[in-house]
């Protein structure tokens, strides 16, 4: 099973979209799209973590890419993805065949209690 990639920030969870690679002799920091592999002497960084991107004193950063977009969706994602469609599916009314529409049967009779009333709730829609 593959695991969606994560920022190599420590404590840092969200999910890597650029990866950092270093050029020692240069003094240059490379920041560019998600690498298709994790390499041994990259960093993969989340999208916070890639635009606060600071280097030592004396270094420069080589942006090759303004914006980041997430890794695409691995097998597991589409796996899960389809998973969900047939959930959904599953609740699809079948049609009904061969049966006369009858009225619904009256289980309990509402008695009239004239006019509607209305309340003031506390709290309304953001309790
Ligand atoms: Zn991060």
Same mark, same amino acid.
Not at 61 to 73: D, I, N, Q, S
């Given at each position: 099973?593959?695991?969606?990639?994560?920022?190599?920030?420590?404590?840092?969870?969200?999910?890597?979209?650029?990866?950092?690679?270093?050029?020692?002799?240069? @003094?240059?920091? =490379?920041?560019?799209?998600?690498?298709?592999?994790?390499?041994?002497? +990259?960093?993969?960084?989340? *999208? %916070?973590?890639?635009?606060?991107?600071?280097?030592?004193?004396?270094?420069?950063?080589?942006?090759?890419?303004?914006?980041?977009?997430?890794?695409?969706?691995?097998?597991?994602?589409?796996?899960?993805?389809?998973?969900?469609?047939?959930?959904? @599916?599953?609740? =699809?009314?079948?049609?009904?065949?061969?049966?006369?529409?009858?009225? +619904?049967?009256?289980?309990? *009779? %509402?008695?009239?209690?004239?006019?509607?009333?209305?309340?003031?709730?506390?709290?309304?829609?953001?309790?």
């Amino acid at each position: 099973m593959k695991m969606r990639r994560q920022c190599s920030r420590s404590a840092c969870v969200r999910p890597a979209v650029a990866t950092l690679t270093y050029d020692y002799d240069d @003094s240059t920091a =490379v920041l560019g799209p998600l690498s298709l592999q994790a390499e041994p002497h +990259a960093y993969d960084l989340c *999208e %916070v973590h890639a635009e606060r991107l600071t280097v030592p004193r004396g270094w420069q950063v080589v942006r090759l890419a303004t914006e980041f977009e997430p890794a695409p969706p691995s097998p597991d994602d589409l796996l899960a993805l389809a998973e969900a469609v047939r959930e959904a @599916s599953r609740f =699809v009314p079948q049609r009904v065949t061969g049966l006369r529409a009858e009225p +619904a049967p009256v289980t309990h *009779e %509402v008695a009239p209690t004239g006019r509607p009333t209305f309340e003031i709730v506390k709290g309304g829609l953001d309790a």
